[in-house]
């Protein structure tokens, strides 16, 4: 009797404590979002400030993601295959950007390349702008979210091996198809689970953004600058919480996704930092 | 906490449990705009609950126990299930209490991913941004080094805030690579 009592007050604290923590909050994000009925939540997510922030960070996602994938797929292979000097700093290097404040990487991104920085005098020659422009917007998404992919398929290309790609280019067939027909598939639902991750971190990014971005509305504000900014300078209550409830469907979504991978493949675990 | 969590998700079994397990990456799934803006209205100067945390410690708090949650969970998870009940099973016969046994047998195997755990969180707490902007208010006493970096770049005081940003990634990669080396030192006890 006395074991089952410790369980159910343990289960109990547990369940509670989550519910006050994440349940409440996300809980009221709903709640407040409708609280002026659909027809209002409605017209806040159509209008044309909020539509267009929510074009510019579908099309950063559209650029930083594919770009990402490819970058994370290449250094997992790379660090699978062989073992070689620096490479444990190469996985170090990737962790870099989610480890430290966004705001951080936001300056050093300006520092770096705006007009004052070291390679600006070269790219403003050359027309290209960093500084409150959706391409620095893009740099700093990348940056943030750089490291999801490479984590995710890392540890599966590890448990796959190299057996049947041995096999297979003993067969005769080349590198590129090795890589197409047999890796690839093999590691389809880390590449999979990195992806969710990578759009998940792509579309949220905050404080990276706000720094290079300008905040210039309707045309460098991404959803979650956005968000910021019609609170901040309107105190639009109404606005700021459809916005809120826009991006944490999509990150809803992308949960359920993510834990049905899970359960798919148990090589896959949340990887945080 | 996050221990105990952990011990809730691995060890009990109830129905829903999966849905418990779903909420603990909500934190880290949700921007953190949309982090700093609920948090702002719901512990805000017009809290509905009457819980007026803005401009305190306390508000800095609740922001980062929840983009922290996470981290310590899933730390902590994976150790816990990998523990077969054998040394448990022993200590219990050998007359441990359950208290006891959870303290000198099963918190030593847990205490590298409690650790592990407890140095990914610090690293997101001490740059954290987004969720606590707002809450936070504009006032010194609540204005953590992220903010103070950001309302530098809004006075375009660059070299400043390369300054500040420079001390708060040494800090970061210091404890980046202080978690690193936890991890593999453990994996090596995990697999000798």
Do not use: C
Not at chain 1, 99 to 105: G, N
């Amino acid at each position: 009797v006395k074991h089952t009592s410790r369980k159910w007050s343990l289960r109990v604290v547990v369940i509670g404590y989550l519910a006050l923590l994440v349940g409440l909050p996300v809980g009221y994000l709903f709640i407040k979002a409708f609280s002026h009925g659909l027809g209002a939540f409605w017209s806040e997510v159509t209008k044309p400030n909020a539509v267009a922030a929510l074009k510019l960070s579908a099309e950063v996602a559209l650029i930083a993601v594919p770009v990402n994938t490819v970058i994370g797929i290449g250094a997992a292979l790379l660090l699978a295959k062989k073992k070689f000097f620096g490479g444990r700093a190469l996985t170090l290097a990737f962790d870099i950007p989610v480890a430290v404040s966004p705001i951080i990487i936001g300056v050093a991104l300006i520092l770096a390349y705006s007009r004052i920085g070291w390679f600006g005098a070269w790219l403003s020659k050359n027309g290209i702008t960093i500084l409150f422009s959706p391409f620095g917007i893009v740099m700093a998404t990348m940056a943030v979210s750089l490291p999801y992919v490479l984590r995710s398929v890392l540890p599966v290309l590890i448990e796959v091996g190299k057996d049947q790609e041995q096999a297979a280019r003993t067969l005769g067939a080349g590198p590129l198809r090795t890589f197409w027909q047999i890796t690839l598939p093999a590691i389809r639902w880390g590449v999979l689970y990195g992806v969710t991750l990578t759009i998940a971190r792509t579309l949220g990014e905050f404080g990276a953004v706000l720094v290079v971005s300008g905040d210039i509305t309707g045309k460098t504000q991404t959803l979650p600058i956005y968000i910021f900014a019609v609170w901040d300078q309107s105190y639009d209550t109404i606005g700021a919480f459809a916005g809120a409830l826009v991006l944490a469907s999509i990150s809803i979504v992308a949960l359920i996704i993510l834990s049905s991978l899970r359960a798919r493949e148990r090589k896959l675990h949340v990887d945080l930092a | 906490m996050g221990v105990a969590i952990a011990w809730v998700l691995v060890r009990d079994s109830f129905h829903g449990k999966w849905f418990v397990e779903a909420f603990i990456d909500l934190p880290f799934a949700l921007p953190t705009i949309v982090v700093g803006v609920v948090l702002l209205f719901l512990f805000g100067t017009a809290s509905p609950l009457h819980i007026d945390l803005f401009e305190t410690w306390m508000g800095l708090m609740v922001a980062l126990l929840f983009v922290t949650l996470p981290f310590s969970v899933r730390a902590v998870q994976p150790v816990l299930a990998s523990l077969d009940g054998e040394a448990e099973a022993a200590a219990k016969s050998l007359g441990a209490g359950g208290l006891r046994t959870f303290v000198s047998v099963v918190l030593p195997s847990l205490w590298p991913a409690v650790l592990g755990g407890f140095g990914l969180a610090f690293a997101r707490a001490i740059g954290e941004f987004g969720s606590i902007s707002l809450i936070a208010g504009g006032i010194g006493r609540t204005t953590t080094a992220s903010s103070y970096i950001y309302n530098l770049t809004q006075g375009f005081l660059w070299t400043n805030a390369a300054a500040v940003s420079t001390a708060l990634l040494v800090l970061s990669l210091i404890i980046l690579i202080a978690s690193n080396v936890l991890a593999r030192r453990f994996q090596h006890r995990l697999a000798p």
